[in-house]
Every structure is written in C-alpha cells, then in structure tokens.
C-alpha cells in the first residue's frame, strides 16, 4: 500500500507540471479524490482486504495522501493566479512619461476672493451676512438714509430709475435702512446688532480704467448702546491689516455722507511704497480705500430709533478697489470681460 500511495503520489506531480489553468486542476481533483472512481476511493476500497491490525496504520496513510492531494492542488492553483497576477500587471504596464491629459482646474474670480476674505473678518467679529435689493425703492435707497427728493447730494449718484419710486440701487446701504426700520417695527430690546451686505450696484458712468457704472460694494453697520468713533477706528484698522499686511497703517480724514456724521474718508499706507511716496500713491504715502463714520441722528429718526439710546458705525467698501489694490490690478474692466489668462492668474490664491 505504502509503494502504492507513493506511486499516485509521484503521478499527481507529474500531472501538476502540466496542468496550466483551473479546468485541468478541477479534473486532477475529480481523478484523485471525488469521482466515484477516484484513486482515493480505490484505495480505500482495497483497504478492505488488509488484515484488521493494519487497517489503522493504512487508514492513516490514506488520510495524508488526500490531505496531500488537496493541499498541492491549492499550491499549484495559487501559483497559477500568482503567475496570471504577474502576466496582467507585465502588459497592462503604464507608461509613466508619457504627458497625461491636461485637467483644466477652476478657481475663483478675484473679487469673489476678496468678498470672502472680507466676509470671513467679519463673521468672526459676530457680524450677520445679510442678502440685499438690486432693484430698491427711492424710500430705502434714499429718503431713509436722509437724502430726500430734491436733495442736491442725489446728483452725486448718478441713479438709474426703473419708474419714479423704483431704482437700481447706488448703494448696499439700503440695507442699512431695511435693518433699522425692522428693528423699530419689531419694538423689542436690542444692542449691538451687526451686519454686512454685499453686492452689484449701479451709478451712470463713463467706463474706463478706474470707473464702471456696474460695481460691487460691501456695506456693514454695528448699533448698541455704547458704540463710538473708536470702535469704527479699530474695526477699519483691524480690517486693512487683515486684508493686507500687519504693517498696514490707517488715516482717517473728515469727509462728508448725508447718512453720517462725522463722516470720514479711510486711507491706507500705500501698498506699493509702504507709505514712503510713489507715483501710485501721488507720494502722499496713502491710498483712499473706503467710506466710514457714525450713523447720522436723522437717519435713526427717519427709522424710528432712538438716538439718545443708540449710536451706530457704518462702513462701505468697494471690493473692486480693494482687489486692485491687493493684486496689482491697472484696470477695472479686466474683473468683467472673463478673459481666461487673466483669470487663470488667481488659481492659486484661497482654493
């Protein structure tokens, strides 16, 4: 039996050398263990004859030879996926010099950076991002912010009228105005409540390098009880330094706005000389930036707040100012004329 056992073994090694694929492996399996015919069930069929002292040891025998079986087709069937494994990666392999396709990646406009950049300041200082009106009415776009009909400062605006009480809107101010009429109609206590609004406005102008009659704005106001001139100053400073540089100084000179009093035009240290005189800065050292000052009584009054409880900050921005002025910009028509290479500039920057 043990010549015999030895004999089959030597067969299957044999078997195995040619067997190249999962069919011939499955057929070897049939033939030696699970046909009705196998070699396994011959041998334990003339198991039987042996005397009854030796069956054990035979039986042992036999059981190792299956087992040995099984366990050199499972190692034979594991080097054939091995070597199939090996076969697809040889001719599936990738040419790694050769130039890929060219992904063309997004990135965002260059005011859309500075608006957020802007908005992040504040939404950390706990002001509310509020939506605005492109088309307003006189009443909130003007009356209300104390420039009544007839007005002389209205010349200022260059409007452009829908109808006699609809406008597109000069400013993101009129949120300013929206807000404090809801807070006086919602007649409960309030303090500090701040808010930004952003967004197109329109003015009639002729358009050339420095002026659109379509632009953007940014509009912000904080109101409480204890609110001053200082508060307005920190909150500018803090802005610029943050949207340009720490080193970044500030001047505030007197100016005048219908909705503000004091009023104040905001200069910032020259982005080009740091402040020491250049040509962009007509070497005065600063650069004019934004509007700022304390909401005028008879803007509250014309709202229906208190004066003599509330005081109010108040600040816009022109964003395409601020942009030109952080990248260099010449021309202000280059933020709308969608020209791929000047915006392909900008991928890098707040993706």
């Known amino acids: ?70 366990e050199k087709l499972e190692k034979h069937r594991q080097e054939l996926a091995d070597k199939k494994y090996k076969h697809r990666l040889e001719s599936e392999k990738i040419d790694i010099s050769i130039q890929g396709l060219k992904q063309n990646r997004g990135q965002k406009h260059p005011l859309n950076l500075v608006i957020n950049e802007i908005e992040d300041i504040f939404i950390e200082l706990g002001y509310d991002l509020v939506n605005g009106n492109e088309f307003e009415t006189d009443e909130f776009c003007f ?45 409960t206590e309030f303090n500090n409540v701040a808010m930004i609004s952003y967004g197109n406005v329109y003015r009639r102008d002729d358009d050339d390098a420095t002026h659109s009659h379509q632009f953007m704005q940014m509009d912000g106001f904080l109101i409480g009880e204890n609110i001053s001139f200082a508060n307005l100053k920190w909150t500018l400073e803090y802005m610029c330094k943050r949207l340009f540089n720490e080193k970044t100084t500030i001047r505030m000179r007197p ?9 104040a035009e905001v200069d910032i240290s020259c982005v080009a000389c740091a402040g020491k005189g250049c040509n962009i800065c007509k070497h005065s050292g600063f650069i ?37 002025l952080k990248y260099g910009i010449k021309n202000i028509r280059d933020f709308y004329e969608n020209d791929v290479r000047f915006l392909e500039q900008f991928k890098f920057f707040g993706n």
């Open 255 to 263: 100016s005048f706005f219908p909705f503000t009093e004091p009023s």
């Open 143 to 187: 009356q209300k912010l104390n420039l009544p009909i007839g007005h002389p400062a209205r010349d200022m605006q260059d409007t452009f009228y829908i109808d006699k009480n609809t406008v597109l809107r000069t400013h993101c101010t009129n949120m300013t105005a929206r807000t404090l009429s809801k807070l006086a109609e919602d007649k």
């Open 1 to 70: 039996m043990k010549t015999k056992i030895k004999e089959l073994d030597e067969h299957l090694n044999n078997e195995l050398k040619n067997s190249t694929n999962e069919t011939s492996l499955d057929k070897l399996k049939t033939s030696f263990l699970t046909s009705k015919d196998s070699k396994l069930n011959k041998l334990l069929e003339e198991m039987k004859s042996y005397p009854k002292e030796q069956k054990k040891e035979i039986g042992q025998m036999i059981n190792r030879f299956k087992f040995g079986v099984l």
């Open 288 to 324: 004019e930036v934004l509007g700022a000052g304390m909401i005028n009584k008879e803007v509250f009054a014309l709202n229906g707040i208190d004066a003599n409880k509330y005081q109010c900050l108040a600040f816009g921005i022109g964003i395409e100012r601020i942009a030109m």
